[in-house]
């Protein structure tokens, strides 16, 4: 990395400039590719029956042709808006994102604008991971934006920034590593009412937005 300081200095500034026009929220195994795999012989150390027991090194090596499941891909994904508006009392949310170094800005006064809201068709916990139960919603953003009055104290996250890609994958309520999973919205989840957080596919002028 040292020897390589700028080329990598290089790809960070083009990744920081890229605006993608999509985001993979949710993704699984891509179907295996056979390929050849170096494998070393072992033999057995004599502790243990089960796939975790013990095998001794041979330093003998094979190439074996083998399904390898070595990918991911798309199971679902979801348009980039422009930008995400968070609700005022989920100061929590906003706190996690600056932590991460995503900018947040505070709308200063009422604000009317076209905007998506998601509809939480159901709601499932998953069982014990980490010390927690991920949450999993499915639902569809509107199709159709609603023409929505958006108050002072409401928070803006645009995702022109280079870490906007972060903050959708955050924010973005089927995204399967995003602040649904964790259990930052519990509170604010129910099956049939909308997702608190709304996204807007363009910014209408004269909004006013002011970094705290």
């Known amino acids: 990395a040292g020897d390589q300081a700028a080329l990598i200095k290089s790809a960070v500034r083009a990744s920081d400039r890229t605006r993608p026009d999509s985001l993979v929220v ?3 195994l891509a179907a295996p590719v056979v390929q050849e795999v170096v494998a070393e012989i072992t033999q057995d150390a004599g502790e243990g029956t089960n796939g975790y027991a013990h095998r001794r090194r041979t330093g003998v090596y094979r190439i074996i ?3 390898v499941f070595d ?6 994904k979801e348009a980039m808006p422009r930008c995400y508006l968070i609700p005022a009392r989920l100061t929590d949310i906003v706190q996690l994102l600056r932590l991460q170094g995503v900018t947040v800005e505070r709308i200063s006064g009422p604000l009317r604008t076209s905007v998506q809201q998601f509809t939480v068709d159901s709601l499932s916990v998953d069982s014990l991971f980490e010390g927690h139960r991920s949450a999993r919603i499915r639902g569809q953003w509107r199709r159709e934006p609603l023409d929505s009055a958006i108050t002072a104290g409401w928070f803006r996250v645009s995702t022109d920034q280079p870490l906007g890609t972060l903050a959708a994958y955050l924010l973005e309520p089927a995204s399967e590593d ?6 930052l919205l519990d509170r604010e989840l129910k099956t049939g009412l909308p997702y608190p957080i709304l996204r807007v596919r363009q910014l209408l002028a004269g909004a006013t937005v002011l970094v705290p």
């Open 26 to 28: 949710r993704s699984k």
């Open 65 to 67: 042709r083998m399904p």
């Open 71 to 76: 990918r991911f891909t798309a199971e679902r």
């Open 178 to 183: 995003g602040v649904v999973t964790w259990n």
